[in-house]
């Protein structure tokens, strides 16, 4: 599919997912079966002393690791600050919480695991995680990521004509081997949503924070009923049909 990529603005996004915060956890489904997924990847063998989260968001894929691994270390990171109070009350005060931009900042330490959900997709390379990940991994350390592939909001994107330059899942696997991960496997999932309105579907991607229409448009009533027109057409629905939207995602694992 064919459409212009818009620039990430990361203010922007700090300030979405930052006002998301606390509707995060009950709308964000398919993150949530991402996360169920990633767990079960995780080897039985598994042991991790040191572990970073990267974009850890609210905690849904934190809370399970600390579940898991409670006798670990912890250090977790996200690009909005706000979302720390959301995530303490699920992993405590014992760990440490990182406010920055993972793709601009150096990564300090050194870790047995390092875990990544639903993140990478907003860094304006995502494949510069696995660098950075290969660099601060332990050897033998353990890389646990999902991310969207470009299948991801494509209902939307033909009618918006711009969005996220997703990495595809070619691009991921050969730079995890051009970096020399080893054991190395990954699942392909695609789960479509689907909503009573479109008014609702552009909820959902609100209270996600993953606000996927072009970042400077001021979308008038008249504008929006002339895209949920568009919307419609476009995807051959007719006007009382729910409104589809498609998240194709890549979960893997691979060891250092």
Known sequence: ????????????????????????????????????????????????E????????????????VQKFPHATFVFNDIAPQVEPVLRLKVGT?????????????????????????CIQWW??????????????RPHGELLYSTFLPDTFHELYRVTDTGLHYPSAEQVVATLRALRFSRETHEIRTTTLHFP???????????????????????TPRMLKQLEQRFRSENHLTPDAPCPLT??????????
């Open 50 to 65: 040191h572990v970073l989260e990267v974009g850890c968001g609210t905690g849904l894929l934190s809370s399970r690791l």
């Open 124 to 137: 304006h390379d995502p494949t510069v995680f696995f660098a950075k990940s290969h660099s601060a991994l």
């Open 94 to 118: 014992e760990s440490t919480f990182i406010p920055a931009d993972a793709e601009l900042v150096p990564w300090q330490g050194s870790y047995d695991l390092i875990a990544s959900s639903s």
């Open 1 to 48: 599919m064919d459409r212009s990529t818009c620039t990430i603005d990361k203010p922007l996004l700090r300030h979405r997912f930052g006002s998301a915060a606390e509707s995060y956890d009950d709308t964000a489904v398919v993150q949530s079966e991402v996360v169920d997924r990633l767990i079960a990847l995780l080897p039985p063998t598994s042991s991790p």
């Open 197 to 219: 309105t479109f008014t609702e579907l552009l909820r959902h991607i609100k209270q996600t924070g993953a606000n996927a229409l072009p970042t400077r448009t001021i979308w």
């Open 247 to 256: 998240y194709t995602t890549i979960i893997g694992i691979a060891t250092k």
